[in-house]
C-alpha cells in the first residue's frame, strides 16, 4: 500500500486499484480457499463421464467450488508453501496462478457474474482503507466450522 500511496496519493482511483496487485493476489486467495457460495449448480448440456460414472444429459450437477479449488492440478502434488491446503496469495501472482484453472468464485462461461469486476474493486477498496489506517497480527490457534462459509469455533 505504501507504494501505491507514493505513486498516487491518498485517493483510491482506477489507476491506483489496477496498481495493488498483491491486494489482488490476496482476494483470489481467499475466494480460492473460501469461496461464498457453496458450489455452481448447473444442468449437463450433454451426456458426460464424471469420475467413472456416467451423467446423463439433463442430469442437475453441483460442482462444489471448495473441493474443486483443492482438487486444482496446478497445486495438488505440490509442497510447502504451494500445497492446496495453504494459505498462499504469492501463488495467485505466479504464472500457473494467472492461468485459468479450478478456481470459480464468480462462476465460469456464458454464466460468469456480471458484477465480478466492481466485486473485485470493492473488495481492494476495502482491503486498501484497512490496511492504511490499521496493523494486523494472526491468529493461527483459530478452530474453523463450516457454517454459511467458514467461522471460527468461538465465535
Not at 34 to 62: E, I, S
Amino acid at each position: 500500500q505504501a507504494a501505491v500511496v507514493i505513486r498516487h496519493g491518498d485517493q483510491l482511483t482506477a489507476a491506483a486499484l489496477k496498481e495493488m496487485t498483491y491486494a489482488d493476489a490476496v482476494i483470489k486467495e481467499t475466494l480460492r480457499r473460501n469461496p461464498v457460495v457453496a458450489g455452481l449448480f448447473r444442468v449437463a448440456a450433454q451426456d458426460f463421464d464424471l469420475g467413472g460414472y456416467q451423467v446423463p444429459q439433463g442430469t442437475p450437477v453441483l460442482a462444489p467450488l471448495d473441493y474443486v479449488a483443492a482438487h486444482d492440478d496446478r497445486w495438488v502434488g505440490q509442497a510447502d508453501d504451494l500445497h492446496p491446503s495453504v494459505f498462499n496469495p504469492d501463488r495467485m501472482m505466479t504464472e500457473e496462478g494467472s492461468k485459468p484453472g479450478a478456481q470459480m468464485p464468480f462462476g465460469h462461461g456464458p454464466r460468469y457474474c456480471l458484477g465480478a469486476a466492481l466485486a473485485m474493486a470493492e473488495m481492494k477498496v476495502y482491503l486498501a482503507a484497512l490496511a492504511r489506517k490499521y496493523d494486523f497480527s494472526v491468529d493461527n490457534n483459530t478452530e474453523w466450522v463450516q457454517a454459511v462459509g467458514k467461522v471460527p469455533k468461538n465465535g
